[in-house]
């Protein structure tokens, strides 16, 4: 059997400070109204449609003694539309238990539940371009391991469950997936660094299809200047099939590659990243991805922040053959007004092409207030 779903992301060489495990619980209330055309990238709804929604958001980081943190997230969310498409309720749960036993040995254990729009959800698939209406549920359980034998080697090991479940879909079905992961990096100079990596993925749908993956990868990263970084990794994928009642499919070995690159002077941050990888989604299992995001923050001033960002992904479409695709542009300016209050609006544009050649788009405009409590 052979292995991938997703690429490891690079570990940090460098731990968290401690004042970043200090910081105190908060919470924050939004309401945000949006307006616009066919948010749901359907066949037949051309009229302008609105929304409001309201939402509650917390955050922790628990002490428990010197070598042990827990960090705990969770939002709930409750939308409703002028016409069509009623209400939804969405939002997330995680928590993660870090511990450090000591300069060279570390753990995290995390566990996940998010209940979103395929098009909205923060860990996005290719599931918005096949069915974007329906919600899906999303359950991770995720154990790391690092290992550090001496300042210039990383020994990372990972173990990972995950399952996606979408709520009344016609196209989309429950799919369970099982990794395991191993990376080895070495520091090579202050500013760069080196390493190989492997991950082995096994999924099987409520269908009863199986889907596994596998990679093997070399990756660099260095800083190219002071503001200037990258990170580049290249290697073989292969994904193998089994279905009821027909012959397996073992497809070939296909090249495998990720690329980073941000700039990041004082007040602003620029990232260019693309990816060509199997990838988990609840169509067709394990599916071979491409994906190219962009990402935009500028500090305008003191309260003010500009966010803009952009993704474009697709797949090939197992029944009829055509690359399923979606494209989502969004724009964000944040004003903060004092401690407590922040006032946002924005703007986003989708684009999807589902399992036929037939094209959709949308666009939303959107403003709302935070609430943060306490001030700080």
């Known amino acids: 059997m052979f292995l991938l779903a997703t690429v490891p992301t690079t570990l940090a060489l460098v731990p968290a400070s401690p004042a970043a495990q200090e910081q105190p619980p908060r919470i924050e209330f939004d309401m945000t109204v949006l307006s616009g055309r066919n948010p749901f990238l359907t066949t037949d709804d051309r009229a302008m449609t609105s929304a409001a929604e309201v939402s509650a958001r917390g955050e922790a980081a628990l002490p428990v ?78 154990q790391d391991i690092r290992w550090r034998p001496d300042p210039y080697l990383t020994i990372t090991g990972e173990a990972a469950w995950s399952r996606l479940a979408p709520r009344g879909s016609m196209l989309l079905i429950r799919t369970d997936a099982t990794s395991f992961g191993l990376s080895v990096e070495r520091r090579i100079s202050p500013s760069s660094w080196v390493g190989l990596s492997g991950m082995a993925t096994f ?141 946002h609006v924005g703007a986003d544009y989708d684009r999807r092409t589902g399992m036929s050649s037939q094209t959709q788009s949308s666009w939303t405009i959107r403003a709302g207030v935070t609430i943060r409590i306490p001030s700080r």
């Not at 969310?77 to 995680?94: C, I, N, P």
């Open 203 to 343: 999924s099987k749908s409520a269908n009863r299809s199986e889907a596994d993956s596998g990679i093997v990868m070399l990756k660099m990263g260095t800083r190219l200047a002071r503001n200037l970084s990258t990170q580049v990794e290249a290697g073989l994928s292969r994904i193998e099939r089994r279905e009821p009642a027909r012959p397996n499919d073992n497809g070939p070995a296909q090249l495998t590659a990720t690329m980073s690159l941000c700039y990041d002077p004082r007040r602003l941050r620029m990232c260019l990243s693309g990816r060509i990888s199997p990838s988990v989604t609840s169509f067709g299992g394990i599916q071979r991805e491409k994906v190219l995001t962009a990402t935009f923050d500028f500090q305008t001033g003191e309260r003010g922040m500009l966010r803009a960002s952009g993704e474009y992904r697709s797949v090939p479409s197992p029944i009829f053959g055509s690359d399923a695709k979606i494209t989502r542009l969004s724009t964000t300016y944040e004003h903060r007004l004092d401690s407590r209050f922040r006032l």
């Open 65 to 142: 003694d010197a070598r042990t943190t827990i960090d705990l997230d969770g939002k709930l969310a409750y939308r409703r539309y002028s016409r069509r498409y009623g209400s939804f309720v969405t939002g997330h749960a995680r928590g993660a238990l870090d511990y450090r036993g000591s300069e060279r040995i570390a753990l995290r254990t995390e566990a996940s539940f998010e209940r979103q729009l395929p098009l909205e959800g923060s860990n996005s698939t290719i599931d918005a371009a096949i069915d974007p209406i329906s919600l899906q549920d999303r359950i991770e359980l995720k």
